[in-house]
């Protein structure tokens, strides 16, 4: 079956960096698109990033557009986001995501706190 799991979240300051990972099995991870979200308390899932499946093609939250950056590697069935200069605002859960036979699927998610 699908699965979604995501590491590297954990407690950083203003400023800092952190890098997530994604780690996908039980499909076929290099044919498939890849996208980050995230979900800060009393709000709803918000879009952060998304990659292609041969990682020519990239798109990025407003919010994030020079500050994150979204990779992926197919040979190790991983996806990543590099989070540099990151603000209190970007406290959350983060969670990676796949399409496939017309379903989204979800990580367990990963928190980030920004805080001094």
């Known amino acids: 079956q699908v699965q979604l799991v995501e590491s590297g979240g954990g407690l950083v300051q203003p400023g800092g960096s952190l890098r997530l990972s994604c780690a996908a099995s039980?499909?076929?991870?290099?044919?498939?698109?890849m996208a980050w979200y995230r979900q800060a308390p009393g709000k709803g899932r918000e879009f952060v990033a998304a990659i292609g499946s041969d990682a020519g093609n990239t798109d990025y939250a407003d919010s994030v557009k020079g500050r994150f950056t979204i990779s992926r590697d197919n040979a190790k069935n991983t996806g990543y986001l590099q989070m540099n200069g990151l603000k209190l605002e970007d406290t959350a859960v983060y969670y990676c995501?796949?399409?496939?036979?017309?379903?989204?699927?979800w990580g367990q998610g990963t928190q980030v706190t920004v805080s001094s």
């Open positions: 039980g499909f076929i991870f290099s044919i498939y698109e």
């Open positions: 995501s796949t399409f496939l036979s017309r379903q989204r699927y």
